[in-house]
C-alpha cells in the first residue's frame, strides 16, 4: 500500500470512528472538532509534500471560516487561505499550488481556496466582503509563521478600524437572505442552514460578537442560545451523514426519521419539529435585536425616522430607537389589559417591541395568565387591534410574547404546527397571520390586477370580523380530524362566546370558517359556467355581504399558502367564481346577444348549430367572432390553430373534424412543449367540427423569450390535429417532474357525479402530475367512447386534479359503466396502456 493510500484509509477510518461516536452520543461539537483534526493533519501532510520544498518561507496555510472555527461539519466544504509574501512568489509557485490543492481534492475533501497577500487580506472587498468576514475566523495551520505573525496585528487594526463598514455589510447580506425566505422561520422543509434562525444567523450573531470588542454591544452567548447551538449542529450533523453529502433540508422524509437521532425527549416528528422552531426561533430573535442595535448606529436617514417616530410616545408607552417600551410596566399587576394596547399600539404604529418590553412581559407573566384565563369581554380591545393596519405584527408580537395563546388558548393547537403537504410554504400559524397581513398588503396595493379585490375589501363594513375568522379558520387542523373546517367553527364558537363577541358577528364568522374551502374548490373543481355551480355556491353563501367576506378570505387564504400561490390565472378564476355568484344572487342574468348582418348570421347559424347553448352562454362576441373567422378558414384548410395570449397566460383555439383522440391530441402537444393547462374545453356542432380550446400557462417564459417557438407550437398542433405526427413520441422530450419524496406519493383517486350538472356527468380525477397525464386520461375517455364538453385542470406542486364534464350518446353515463371505467381512468393515472 502506498503512503498517500495508507494516509487516506486511516483517514476514513478516523472519519468513521467519529460517525459511530456522534450516533452514540450525539454530541456535535466532538464530531466536528474532530473532522477538524483530522482535515488539520491532512492539510499539514499535504503541505510537507508539495509546499514545503518550495516554500521554506513567505507561505503559510490558514484556515478560515467553519474550518478556522473549528466547526468542520461531516460533508462542508473546507476553507483555506494561502497567504504568501508577495505576488512573485504566488506567481512562480503556481504549479506547486495547484499540485496541493488537487492532492485535496483527491483526499475527498471539497476545498475552496484563496490566494493573498498579506496587503490583500487588510484591504475592505466591497465586491467579496465574504472574503474579510471569513478572515474573522482565521487560525494559522501550517507554513511560515513569521509571515503570519504579519498579518494578525494588521488585520487587528483594520477590523479596529473598519468595524461598522464590515457590521453594516453583514446586516445587509443577512437582510437579504432573510428575505428570501420571506423573513420568517416557520417553513414547514427549512433550509438549517440559510434560513432565518438557522446556522448562518448563528454565524452572524458570533461575528458581531467579535467585532464587539470594537465598539458593538455585546450579544453575550446565553444557556438557551447555547441549546439552540447544539440542536441546529447536532441536527446538521445528521443530515449530511443521512444524505452523505451537504444537505441543509429538513424536509418531510427527515423529518420522520430524525426525532430518535437526536436524542431528544420528543419522539413524534410533530413535536419534535416545534422544538426545532423554538430553538430557531430564539436564535432569529437574538439576531435581529442585534442587527437593530448595528444599524441603528449606521444611518443618519434611519436615526432622523426613528427620532420622528418618538412623536409617538404617549401616556403608556415610549418610542426610542425605532421600539416600544412600556413607560411603567408595574401598571400590568393592577390592569393587565395594558399589554393588549401595547399590542394594539404595535398595530396601529407598525413598531416592534423592544426587548425590554417583551423582559417586562414575561416578568409579569404570572398576573396575565391569572387574569387572561378567565374569559371576559375583550372583544372591543381584541376588535381595535384587528382592524389596525399593522394587526399582522401586532398578532406577532402578542404570539412571541405568549399572550396570544393566553387569550385563545385554542391557537395553541397551531403554533409551530407541520402539516406535511407539498402546496403549503408554511407552519399552519405563520399561514394564518401571513393570511392576514396578505389582507394589509392588499388594502396598500397599487397593482392593476389587485384593484377589484381592493375595492371589494374596501366595501366591507367590519374587516375585523374578517381578520377573526382568518385567525381561527384552520385552528381545526390542531385536532387531526377529517374535517378540520367543522372543528375551526367549534373552536371559533368557544373563543367568541369567551371574549363576548356579538352573535351577528359570529354567525358571520361561523359561516366564513365553514365554507373558507367552497370558493377555491369550485375554482379548480367545477365549471364556473354551469348554472348547476353558481346555484350551489349561492346557497351556501346565502347574501351578497357574505360573499364578499367570503371572496377576500378565500383570496387571503390562497395568497398565503405560498409566495406564488395566487397566480394570475388563480386571481382570476376567484373574480370569475365571485362574479359569477354575485349574479346568481342577484338574479341578473346575462342576456345579450351577437348583432350583425343577415349573411354573417347566416354562417353563425350553420357553425352554432349542435352547438351546446353554454357555448353562447360563455363566449364574448369578439371570442364568437374569431371562432367564426377560424370556421371561415376551416372550409379552405383540414385544421386551423390560433394562439392568443390571455390574462395569466394564453389560449389555443382549434378547429378540426371531429376525430378519435382528437383532444387528447392536443393535450399531449402541449404538454411536450412543457405547457401547464389550466382549463380546456372541447365542442362539437352538427357538423362535425370539433372547437377545443385551451388555457395554459407558459411557466419557462418560453413563449415569450423565444417568438418563433409560438410558430413551432402552432405548426405542430395543426400537424397533430391532421394525425401526421405520434403525439406519444413528443412526449418523450419533456423533461420529467422531480418525483415526490415517498410519503408524498399520490394514488389515483377517481369520483363520479351525476348530479353536479344537468347534462353531463362530473368526473373528478387526482393523481400524481406527470407529463402527459391529461392526454392518457382524455385517451382513455375517448376509447370508452365519452364525449368530453369540459375540463377543468390545477396543479398543486406533485398533485394533479382534473375535473370532466362528459357525456355518452348525449346524456350522463350510465351507472353500470362507471366501474370499467374507473379502472381504465386509473390505470391512466399511473401510466399503463389500457386497451
Given at each position: 500500500m502506498t503512503t498517500a493510500a495508507k494516509r487516506h484509509s486511516e483517514r476514513v477510518l478516523a472519519l468513521e470512528t467519529i460517525r459511530q461516536q456522534f450516533e452514540r452520543n450525539g454530541d456535535a461539537a466532538a464530531a466536528l472538532s474532530g473532522r477538524t483534526a483530522v482535515v488539520d493533519s491532512e492539510v499539514k501532510e499535504l503541505f510537507s509534500a508539495h509546499l514545503a520544498p518550495a516554500f521554506p518561507k513567505g507561505l503559510a496555510v490558514l484556515a478560515v471560516g467553519g474550518f478556522g472555527r473549528r466547526e468542520l461539519f461531516p460533508h462542508s466544504d473546507v476553507d483555506v487561505c494561502l497567504l504568501v509574501e508577495n505576488e512573485r512568489i504566488a506567481a512562480q509557485g503556481r504549479s506547486r499550488i495547484s499540485s496541493f490543492l488537487q492532492s485535496l481534492w483527491d483526499g475527498k475533501l471539497r476545498v475552496s481556496h484563496s490566494v493573498r497577500t498579506v496587503a490583500e487580506c487588510c484591504e475592505i472587498h466591497n465586491q467579496n466582503i465574504e472574503l474579510n468576514i471569513s478572515l474573522l475566523d482565521r487560525r494559522f495551520l501550517v507554513g511560515d509563521e513569521a509571515l503570519y505573525a504579519l498579518l494578525d496585528p494588521r488585520l487587528a487594526n483594520l477590523f479596529d478600524s473598519q468595524r461598522m463598514l464590515l457590521a453594516r455589510h453583514l446586516c445587509r447580506l443577512a437582510r437579504l437572505r432573510h428575505g428570501s425566505f420571506q423573513d420568517t422561520i416557520y417553513h414547514l422543509e427549512p433550509n438549517i442552514k440559510e434560513s432565518p434562525g438557522g446556522l448562518r444567523d448563528?454565524?452572524?450573531?458570533?461575528?458581531?460578537?467579535?467585532?464587539?470588542?470594537?465598539?458593538?454591544?455585546?450579544?453575550?452567548?446565553?444557556?438557551?442560545?447555547?441549546?439552540?447551538?447544539?440542536?441546529?449542529?447536532?441536527?446538521?450533523?445528521?443530515?449530511?451523514?443521512?444524505?452523505?453529502?451537504?444537505?441543509?433540508?429538513?424536509?418531510?422524509?427527515?423529518?420522520?426519521?430524525?426525532?430518535?437521532?437526536?436524542?431528544?425527549?420528543?419522539?413524534?416528528?410533530?413535536?419534535?419539529?416545534?422544538?426545532?422552531?423554538?430553538?430557531?426561533?430564539?436564535?432569529?430573535?437574538?439576531?435581529?435585536?442585534?442587527?437593530d442595535t448595528v444599524e441603528s448606529k449606521n444611518s443618519s436617514l434611519l436615526t432622523g425616522f426613528q427620532n420622528w417616530r418618538s412623536r409617538l410616545s404617549n401616556a403608556d408607552f415610549t418610542v426610542a430607537r425605532g421600539r416600544v417600551y412600556f413607560k411603567a410596566p408595574h401598571a400590568m399587576e393592577k390592569e393587565p389589559e395594558l399589554v393588549l394596547r401595547l399590542f394594539h399600539f404595535v398595530a396601529r404604529h407598525g413598531i416592534r417591541l423592544s426587548v425590554d418590553a417583551e423582559r417586562r412581559i414575561q416578568e409579569h407573566f404570572p398576573y396575565l395568565e391569572r387574569y387572561f384565563g378567565m374569559p371576559r369581554p375583550l372583544w372591543p380591545v381584541v376588535a381595535d387591534l384587528l382592524a389596525q393596519p399593522h394587526a399582522g405584527l401586532g398578532l406577532r408580537a402578542a404570539q412571541d410574547c405568549a399572550i396570544l395563546g393566553l387569550i385563545f388558548p385554542e391557537w395553541k393547537l397551531i403554533e409551530c404546527y407541520v402539516v406535511r403537504d407539498y402546496y403549503h410554504r408554511y407552519t399552519v400559524d405563520e399561514h394564518t397571520i401571513v393570511a392576514i397581513e396578505c389582507l394589509q398588503a392588499l388594502a396598500r396595493s397599487t397593482e392593476p390586477e389587485h384593484r377589484r379585490f381592493a375595492a371589494l375589501l374596501a366595501e366591507i363594513e367590519e374587516p375585523a370580523v374578517l381578520r377573526l375568522a382568518l385567525l381561527f379558520h384552520d385552528v381545526g387542523k390542531g385536532l387531526h380530524t377529517a374535517n378540520h373546517s367543522e372543528q375551526s367553527v367549534l373552536l371559533a364558537t368557544s373563543a367568541m362566546e369567551r371574549i363576548g363577541v356579538p352573535q351577528k358577528h359570529q354567525r358571520l364568522v361561523n359561516l366564513l370558517i365553514c365554507q373558507h374551502l367552497s370558493l377555491s374548490a369550485a375554482m379548480i373543481s367545477r365549471d364556473l359556467d354551469d348554472p348547476v355551480t353558481t346555484r350551489m355556491l349561492a346557497g351556501k353563501v346565502g347574501t351578497i355581504e357574505a360573499l364578499k367576506y367570503l371572496t377576500l378570505l378565500t383570496y387571503a387564504d390562497i395568497a398565503a399558502v405560498n409566495p406564488t400561490a395566487l397566480s394570475p390565472w388563480r386571481m382570476e378564476q376567484l373574480?370569475?367564481?365571485?362574479?359569477?355568484?354575485?349574479?346568481?344572487?342577484?338574479?341578473?342574468?346575462?342576456?345579450?346577444?351577437?348583432?350583425?348582418?343577415?349573411?354573417?348570421?347566416?354562417e353563425r347559424d350553420i357553425f352554432l348549430k349542435g352547438l351546446p347553448a353554454r357555448y353562447l352562454r360563455t363566449r364574448t362576441g369578439e371570442e364568437i367572432r374569431l371562432h367564426l373567422e377560424l370556421a371561415a378558414r376551416r372550409r379552405h384548410d383540414e385544421a386551423v390553430i390560433d394562439i392568443g395570449k390571455t390574462k395569466g397566460g394564453y389560449v389555443v383555439t382549434a378547429l378540426a373534424k371531429d376525430r378519435l383522440n382528437l383532444f387528447a391530441s392536443v393535450a399531449g402537444a402541449l404538454a411536450s412543449f412543457g405547457m401547464n393547462i389550466l382549463k380546456a374545453e372541447a365542442f362539437a356542432n352538427q357538423q362535425g367540427i370539433v372547437l377545443d380550446t385551451f388555457v395554459f400557462e407558459d411557466p419557462s417564459h418560453t413563449l415569450d423569450l423565444n417568438p418563433t417557438e409560438v410558430d413551432r407550437l402552432k405548426l405542430t398542433l395543426e400537424r397533430v390535429l391532421l394525425g401526421r405526427v405520434a403525439v406519444h413520441e413528443l412526449l418523450l422530450c419533456r423533461p420529467q417532474r422531480i418525483v415526490p419524496a415517498k410519503r408524498g406519493r399520490i394514488a389515483p383517486g377517481v369520483a363520479f357525479d351525476n348530479e353536479a350538472s344537468d347534462t353531463a356527468t362530473l368526473i373528478e380525477i387526482t393523481a400524481e402530475d406527470r407529463p402527459g397525464l391529461l392526454y392518457d386520461i382524455a385517451a382513455a375517455l375517448?376509447?370508452?367512447?365519452?364525449?368530453?364538453?369540459?375540463?377543468?385542470?390545477?396543479?398543486?406542486?406533485?398533485?394533479?386534479?382534473?375535473?370532466?364534464?362528459?357525456?355518452?350518446?348525449?346524456?350522463?353515463?350510465?351507472?353500470?359503466?362507471?366501474?370499467s371505467l374507473r379502472e381504465s381512468l386509473e390505470a391512466a393515472c399511473r401510466g399503463e396502456m389500457r386497451g
Open positions: 448563528l454565524h452572524l450573531i458570533g461575528w458581531l460578537t467579535k467585532l464587539e470588542a470594537c465598539g458593538i454591544s455585546r450579544f453575550r452567548s446565553s444557556t438557551e442560545l447555547e441549546r439552540a447551538r447544539n440542536f441546529v449542529f447536532a441536527l446538521r450533523c445528521i443530515l449530511h451523514y443521512r444524505a452523505r453529502r451537504d444537505d441543509n433540508i429538513l424536509n418531510f422524509d427527515a423529518q420522520e426519521e430524525l426525532p430518535e437521532q437526536t436524542h431528544s425527549p420528543q419522539r413524534e416528528p410533530e413535536s419534535w419539529m416545534r422544538e426545532y422552531y423554538r430553538h430557531v426561533r430564539f436564535v432569529y430573535g437574538v439576531a435581529l435585536r442585534a442587527m373574480w370569475r367564481v365571485y362574479t359569477a355568484t354575485y349574479r346568481e344572487l342577484t338574479r341578473e342574468l346575462q342576456t345579450d346577444r351577437i348583432a350583425g348582418t343577415e349573411k354573417e348570421a347566416d375517448s376509447r370508452a367512447g365519452c364525449n368530453i364538453e369540459v375540463v377543468l385542470v390545477s396543479t398543486q406542486v406533485h398533485r394533479a386534479i382534473d375535473v370532466f364534464y362528459v357525456s355518452a350518446d348525449g346524456k350522463k353515463l350510465d351507472q353500470t359503466a362507471m366501474p
